[in-house]
């Protein structure tokens, strides 16, 4: 192994489309919460500013996307796909552990290949709400909250001190939009819009947050309420 | 992130082993398409370029995929060219299979699988737009398969004077005089102050009821009529003398045919 340049060269390969991005997923209770800013940047240029990151793989399965936006894509499609023949083979919709799981296999199998970030997360009868973390090296991690993204890191001491479990639907939304505004201020491959995804098993409802409803920094709350 | 200098190092290390760097290569287009009141339109230069040469002076770069499906393409001539007529083709033999119209999402699909699968070595960079039964629909692929829904884009080496033009002025359900002249403007933009963009506005205009073509809806690069004659008379120079150098005699001679049978033959099928 050649540590003399400690360059990554996993990095996006060049001309490539990146979501730079700050993505974040919570348990709360009743269901679970994604969210996500919205730029997607081709070196300094951004692509998109009005990007959407959180892309439906099944009803009730959704994920946060990270990384190559081409890659990341790719494997939402075939997830939601390989999702869709467990259904008709399995007769019975898959739990969000499957759906993770085969994210996760995806991810390591090609991890040679891909540049992937993903969270996915969403809430089955079995289980009720489930978050999964799924990094580029394609491990999976089931936690009460995971973030991720090239803005994430700027975010851990503000999501540690201000995470509570089994908050309600409009505390989760408070918390992670003032998680991904300070993100959002901080990285410059993240920014635009703040959307978010709740799904509780009777709805999925999409939130958009923009201009003057995203929080300055000065404005987040206190740590420790 | 803003700035990325993770190349200089590399770069450093490689002159270092006598490795000449890589000269930055242009996409040399501007191709632009935004949403509309009644439906889509695509605009595009028409400058083809080899290196610093102009190649072609007026290409086409709107590529037709379905009657109701355009696409405005960037990047390597040949690939936009050859992906748009393949993917087409699927598109003709899959909508007669459905017995449906086509559907932007589906020419969107196949062009940023088979991209997905070259890595990124077809190097497409495509604006698809169009109206189908879902409504009017404009989608961005970007050469490693990634795909972007937006109201309005553009791509090329032009795109960012064009993104001015159209982050100033575009609005939701424009009037078509008022959208095709912001469309022309965006191009425009990109011709005048992108090197690599140049002569003409082409436009496409797609509504529910049907697609019309532009081709050199705006001109606003053509060439002045000369303002000099450089004809010299008849008498300029003066002639000195006549001399023969060289005679030729030219003759018909019929070609024989000498020994050989079927053997010596080259077309032995004739």
Known sequence: MDHSLGIDWKALKKGEVSMGTTIAAVKYDGGVLLAADSRTTTGAYIANRVTDKLTQIYDNIWCCRSGSAADTQAVADILHYYLQMYEAQNGAPPTVRVAANLAAEMCYSNKDNLSAGLIVAGWDAKSGGEVYSIPLGGSIHKQDIAIGGSGSTYIYGYVDTNFRKDMTREEAIDFLKHAIALAMERDGSSGGVIRMAAIDGKSIDRYFFADADIPAAWNAPASAT | ?270
């Open chain 2, 1 to 270: 992130m803003g700035f990325d200098f993770s190349n200089h190092q590399r770069n450093a290390f490689l002159e270092s082993r006598g490795i000449a760097s890589a000269k930055a290569t242009s996409t040399g287009t501007t191709i632009v398409g935004l949403k509309y009141a009644d439906g889509v339109i695509l605009g595009a230069d028409t400058r083809a370029t080899q290196g610093p040469i102009v190649a072609d002076k007026n290409c086409e770069k709107i590529h037709y995929i379905a009657p109701n499906i355009w696409c405005g393409g960037a990047g390597t001539a040949a690939d936009t060219e050859f992906v748009t007529g393949m993917v087409s083709s699927q598109l003709e033999l899959h909508s007669m299979s459905v017995g449906r119209t086509a559907r932007v999402v589906t020419a969107m699909t196949l062009l940023k699988q088979h991209l997905f699968k070259y890595q990124g070595h077809v190097g497409a960079y495509l604006i698809v737009g169009g109206v189908d039964p879902t409504g009017p629909q404009l989608m961005s692929i970007h050469a490693h398969g990634s795909t972007d829904k937006l109201p309005y884009t553009c791509l090329g080496s032009g795109s960012l004077n064009a993104m001015a033009i159209f982050e100033t002025r575009w609005r939701a359900d424009m009037p078509r005089d008022e959208a095709m002249e912001l469309v022309a403007d965006a191009i425009k933009s990109g011709i005048f102050n992108d090197l690599g963009s140049g002569s003409n506005v082409d436009l496409a205009v797609i509504t529910k009821d049907g697609t019309e073509v532009f081709r050199g809806y705006e001109k606003p690069n053509e060439r002045g009529a000369r303002e000099g004659r450089y004809v010299y008379r008849r008498g300029t120079t003066k002639r000195l003398g006549k001399e023969t150098l060289l005679k030729f005699d030219v003759q018909t001679v019929p070609v024989e045919v000498v020994g050989g049978g079927v053997g010596d033959r080259m077309e032995v099928d004739a």
